[in-house]
């Protein structure tokens, strides 16, 4: 019999991750349910899922449900489902909710935390997880349906909070850089989409280079650096500026974020 994955959660990370298992899962049966009926229903079109009506009908179909819900959603979306859940590997994609309280709202499921990143929409994300109860073969079914979004890590629980501030946001950080120099880009005359694939482009480049040459980042850049030319120029501005102490600080406050959020 083909296994039956249910999606509580149909918003941008849901749709990414379903986007991708449906895919990689040809064989498997897909499963839907969104508060915003509208939302259930689009995203089930595009991705050849079914629809439930309740996500305690989710639950009854399902061997692995995936609450993909905000965290301060998690907690309206499980209360219903304590008794159909039993028996069920629970797989939660919400920042900041420890094992131990998922675990109390579940009580009789096996349960899986993981932290996806946006790019899983493309294949090329990083995702890192933890489970409490789970089986071999419930992580063997986790771990063939996530592998498909890009790279898999398991984590001690308690690194999973500085997982999520470090790659479950950063793309975000990324945008924002990626922003900034296109931005630049245009001020000094560029066409703004050319500056925007320059851009692009050069993270892309960069990042391949960081993973396929197996060299660190600080060689690699004073490899870019001459002395006295441009870049080092334009690295004494972000050194001047505090842009390395910047990226370290955001993933500190991100890391608290999530810890509050796992609080509440």
């Known amino acids: 019999m083909a296994e039956q994955i249910g999606f509580i959660g149909c918003g941008n ?31 089930a079109s595009a991705y050849k899922a079914a629809v439930c009506a309740s996500a305690d009908e989710l639950a009854e ?13 998690m907690r309206e979306a499980l209360a219903p489902l304590r008794g159909a859940l039993a028996g069920k590997v629970l ?9 131990a309280t998922l675990a109390e709202r579940a009580p009789k499921a096996r349960i899986i935390r993981v932290m996806p990143n946006t790019p899983v929409q493309l294949g090329a994300g990083v995702c890192a997880w933890a489970a409490a ?16 979004g890009g790279l898999l890590f398991r984590l001690d629980e308690g690194l999973m909070d500085a997982f999520t501030a470090l790659a479950g946001s950063g793309p975000a ?3 924002m850089l990626i922003r900034g120099l296109t931005e630049a880009g245009v ?5 703004a989409q050319d500056a925007l694939i ?16 197996g060299e660190a980042p600080e060689v690699l850049q004073a490899r870019v650096t001459s002395p006295g030319g441009t870049t080092e120029a334009g690295l004494a ?24 959020l796992g609080r509440k």
Do not use: W
């Open 173 to 175: 950080y990324v945008f």
């Open 198 to 213: 320059m851009t692009a482009q050069t993270f892309l480049g960069a990042a391949r280079m960081v993973l396929e040459l």
């Open 237 to 260: 501005v972000l050194e001047a500026r505090g842009v390395r102490q910047a990226c370290m600080e955001a993933v500190t406050a991100a890391r608290a974020r999530a810890e509050e």
């Open 133 to 148: 109860n789970a089986r071999e073969e419930d992580i063997r079914t986790f771990t063939a349906l996530f592998a498909a």
């Open 61 to 73: 179909k399902c061997g692995v449900v995936i609450a993909a819900v905000k965290p301060q959603q």
């Open 91 to 99: 797989v939660s994609v919400a920042a900041g909710i420890p094992l």
């Open 13 to 43: 990370m849901g749709s990414a991750l379903l986007a991708q298992f449906t895919q990689a899962q040809a064989a498997a049966q897909f499963f839907v349910y969104d508060a915003d009926a509208a939302k259930a229903a689009a995203c």
């Open 187 to 191: 001020r000094e005359g560029l066409h």
